[in-house]
């Protein structure tokens, strides 16, 4: 099953120069010139093999199209070099490139390439107004039966900390929390900075798991490595000292001002933070919705590569240990009966969580 799309803010951005659709920009080649010994970044590369080799399983004769930003272009090189070494070909398109962004349609560049590869990646920050085109991008992979990495706001450090392992590993780890829940099962999280939470499950509800194998007509968010589902209930403390998501607080680790939610009956009933912008701006987004102080859903990370948090939750979110989110339910894939459009991710640093009475993780470490 495919991952979850971040929410956007859709609104239109100002009206921009068309690209016309006969205009090919270059294209950068896979070389062996473009990763000299002296400059090869070996901890880059080892995560471009994971992700190339591990997820999307890219053979020789295969052409993998990579879309990026400016930004993130010194994280192309380790995957050219990977797919010339696997023996396949790729191609790589930079968005600023092909027009002015926020691109609010898959532009015609795109379009032609991925029609004759196998697999493709995005690789670029979240910009206000391109959900439009990331969409027609997955839709298209869907269509053309692509295996699709897409990597949003992934940087250097989370790419090298969220691929530390092989997908394989994670996968089995996945499969072996999963067997063990019951569909009435009971989740205790407690951690030394104060979380105490109780997780009622819903055996209504279905788990989703990502685990960044990822199959033909098919994507996932990379780094990978979760368990989810939208609980039956959740009451107690979470003390979110890792990060959240979106630009709350400016983001960052929050291990030296962590963030305290008391929760009732899956409801918010009061936040506390010695970071006051913080604090105001989670405030804020819990009073924007009616569904907004529930807790939408909990994820247990499954990324047994990640040791620590690193401030930056598309990574933090796959840490082994307990995590919440509040808002959306992601009804469409866990089957809850209501969901919004808003949501916050919290997540904290690995704690103990007792299954059905039984240890599950101590220290943030896998009991199986």
Known sequence: MGSRVPNDNQRQPPSRPSVAPSVRPPLRRSSSSQ??????DFELVNAAR???EGSLSVVPGERVVVVVDRARADLVPPLEEVARLTGAKCDVVVLEDVGMRPLRELPPIIEELIRDAQATILLAAFVEGEHPMRLALLERVRELGLRHAHMLGVTRRAMVAGLSVDPSRILDTTRAVRMRLRPNSMLRSRSASGTDLTVEIDPNHRWVEHVGVIRAGRWENLPSGELMTSPKS???????????????GGGGLLTRMPLR?????????????NDSNLQRAIEGFLASDRFTRRVG???????????????ETVCDQNLPGLHISLGSTYADVTGAPFT????????????????????LLRA?????
């Open 364 to 368: 943030g470490r896998y009991m199986l």
């Open 35 to 40: 990763l000299r010994l002296s400059s090869i």
């Open 340 to 359: 919004t459009a808003a949501y916050v991710s919290l997540t904290a640093v690995g704690g103990d969580v007792d299954l059905d009475g039984a240890p």
């Open 234 to 248: 959740v009451s107690g403390v979470f003390v979110c000292d890792a990060s959240v998501s979106g630009t709350f």
């Open 261 to 273: 939610l008391d929760i009732e009956d899956s409801v918010v009933k009061s936040v506390a933070c």
């Open 297 to 311: 859903t909990v994820f247990l990370g499954t990324n047994v590569g990640l040791l620590e948090p690193i401030g």
């Open 50 to 52: 994971r992700i190339l």
